[in-house]
């Protein structure tokens, strides 16, 4: 059984960086797709990013797409979610989740292990 964890997220002014981790543990953690969504207040969950197995592939939303990075570090069994040029609407819960499947979809059904969230809060 795949579990994750993500790391503590935080308080930064409109503008700064902050970098989310997500633990992973599983024998087979390092062949998984690896994704991160968000849920804002009385919004859905939307889907920011996905980094397939090696990491050599990713996929991002457009809202995010030149801000974020996803990067992976097998070796660890840990994901990262670089993200620069946070906005006011970057505000959210955000989610790391995991796919025994290659498709690097953005749909939350495709993936079946979840962590428990971690508050992102940007400051205008």
Do not use: H
Request: glycine content about 10%; proline content about 4%.
């Amino acid at each position: 059984q795949v579990q994750v964890v993500e790391s503590v997220g935080g308080l930064v002014q409109a503008g700064g960086s902050l970098t989310l981790s997500c633990a992973a543990s599983g024998r087979t953690v390092s062949s998984y797709t690896m994704c991160w969504f968000r849920q804002a207040p009385r919004k859905e969950r939307e889907f920011v990013a996905a980094i397939g197995w090696s990491g050599g592939r990713t996929n991002y939303a457009d809202s995010v797409k030149g801000r974020f990075t996803n990067s992976r570090d097998n070796a660890k069994n840990t994901v990262y979610l670089q993200m620069n040029s946070l906005k006011p609407e970057d505000t959210a819960v955000y989610y790391c989740a995991a796919s025994p499947n290659s498709g690097l979809r953005g749909e939350p059904p495709w993936y079946t292990n979840w962590g428990q969230g971690t508050q992102v809060t940007v400051s205008s």
